[in-house]
């Protein structure tokens, strides 16, 4: 998979020829961080691992002191991203790391940080 540049939105039709094949390929992996993942520019970080890797998602601070990433894209690309995550800067705060897999929505076009 060839890197987003500046974390370009994707274009869907582009990628994979019709939405319908796109979402099939596709996975989406929910992954709660704990540890000290707030307060030391996560989100931000998480964000720029992204721009290197053709996924969409979100990632945002939780009520609980964790951190809740989403992030769709075929599933070896998903799972290249989150063991980006873990071999960066980032992988020192991470204590614990829940994921769950399921189908892609197809619901966003980039990556991003929700407050």
């Given amino acids: 998979m060839g890197a987003l540049k500046k974390c370009q939105l994707l274009d869907?039709?582009?990628?994979?020829?019709?939405?319908a094949l796109y979402q099939v390929m596709r996975k989406r992996a929910q992954v709660f961080y704990s540890g000290r993942v707030q307060g030391v520019g996560f989100r931000y970080s998480v964000r720029?691992?992204?721009?290197?890797?053709?996924?969409?998602?979100?990632?945002?601070?939780?009520?609980?002191?964790?951190v809740e990433?989403?992030?769709e894209a075929e599933e070896e690309e998903t799972k290249a991203f989150l063991q980006a995550i873990?071999?960066?800067?980032?992988?020192?705060y991470i204590r614990g790391e829940d994921v769950n897999w399921s189908s892609a929505t197809g619901e966003f076009n980039r990556f991003e940080i929700r407050h």
């Fill in 48 to 66: 720029e691992v992204a721009c290197g890797y053709e996924v969409t998602g979100f990632v945002r601070n939780l009520p609980d002191d964790r």
């Fill in 69 to 71: 990433l989403v992030a």
């Fill in 12 to 19: 869907r039709a582009a990628l994979s020829g019709s939405l």
């Fill in 86 to 92: 873990r071999d960066s800067q980032l992988g020192s």
